[in-house]
Structures are given as structure tokens and as C-alpha cells.
């Protein structure tokens, strides 16, 4: 029973799915909300699946933003735009 493709088993990064053996791994590379991926902004930091957008629109330092002065710019430049460069 145990090696039976078609049994059907709990995620292992605990999203609560369950799926036949066989398709586990395509649930764990591709479709797991648990699954950790690389911020695609460039920061280094790796994130669950579900939450990478909230990273990339909220949080992550090198997300796009714009000033009051409509100046576009890295989250993280900010502060020394803001010191420096914003009138």
C-alpha cells in the first residue's frame, strides 16, 4: 500500500492539500502556496508562494516607488533621496 502511485498523502510543507502520491512533487515544485520562492526583485530573501506579492508591493527594499516630488526609486534609496535630493 504504501508504494501505490494513486495513494493519496497530505502536502509535506502542511498547506492542509492532499494529492496522489505521483502528483506531490508537481505540488510541491509548482502549485503549494507553502512553497518557498526567491523574490524575483533581486533582494536575496526566499518567501512562501503566498505571500510574494505582498513582498513585492509592501515590504521588499528594492520594490519601485515614487516620491511626492514624482521622483521613481529603490524603496531603500529613499531615505537619502529624501535627505539629499527631494526639495
Known amino acids: 500500500v504504501d508504494h501505490c502511485r494513486r495513494r493519496m498523502v497530505p502536502c509535506t510543507f502542511g498547506c ?20 518557498s520562492l526567491p523574490c524575483d ?3 536575496g530573501v526566499c518567501i512562501p508562494a503566498r505571500d ?11 520594490r ?6 514624482n521622483t521613481k526609486m529603490r524603496f531603500q534609496q529613499m531615505d ?6 527631494c526639495p
Open 80 to 85: 537619502e533621496h529624501n535627505a539629499t535630493d
Open 16 to 35: 492542509g492539500g492532499k494529492m496522489a502520491a505521483e502528483d506531490l512533487q508537481g505540488h510541491l515544485h509548482h502549485h503549494c502556496e507553502l512553497r
Open 52 to 62: 510574494l506579492e505582498r513582498h513585492r508591493r509592501d515590504e521588499c527594499p528594492l
Open 41 to 43: 526583485l533581486g533582494c
Open 64 to 69: 519601485v516607488v515614487r516620491c511626492l516630488c
